[in-house]
């Protein structure tokens, strides 16, 4: 009976020992997915204002408009990048071997 035990205590161990890389290995990749997905929606909507900001610059005619249209754009990008540091911040980048 006590070797019963054992047995299946030892088979457990080495069930866990291949179940639980793996399902880590998953968990990994769909947090990955899920920052991909989010980066992704963040560039689409950069693109969208960034396209907005372009046919706008096309109905320039003097200058005050232009310095208007320069400052906005000077806001979107600066939150853009205030955006990617936040980011950067908390992921921890590493080498890929």
Request: charged share 25%; with cysteine; aromatic share 8%.
């Given at each position: 009976?006590?070797?019963?035990?054992?047995?299946?205590?030892?088979?457990?161990?080495?069930?866990?020992?291949?179940?639980?890389?793996?399902?880590?290995?998953?968990?990994?990749?769909?947090?990955?997915?899920?920052?991909?997905?989010?980066?992704?929606?963040?560039?689409?909507?950069?693109?969208?204002n960034?396209?907005?900001?372009q046919?706008?610059?096309?109905?320039?005619?003097?200058?005050?408009?232009?310095?208007?249209?320069?400052?906005?754009?000077?806001?979107?990008?600066?939150?853009?990048?205030?955006?990617?540091?936040?980011?950067?911040?908390?992921?921890?980048?590493?080498p890929?071997?």
């Amino acid at each position: 009976m006590a070797q019963d035990w054992k047995y299946y205590f030892h088979e457990s161990l080495v069930i866990l020992a291949i179940a639980l890389p793996a399902c880590a290995a998953s968990i990994e990749g769909i947090k990955k997915h899920n920052e991909f997905s989010r980066i992704a929606t963040l560039s689409e909507n950069m693109e969208e204002n960034l396209r907005e900001l372009q046919q706008r610059f096309h109905e320039i005619h003097s200058l005050e408009s232009l310095n208007a249209l320069l400052s906005e754009a000077d806001e979107l990008m600066l939150r853009e990048t205030q955006g990617w540091l936040l980011l950067m911040r908390f992921l921890k980048v590493e080498p890929v071997l």
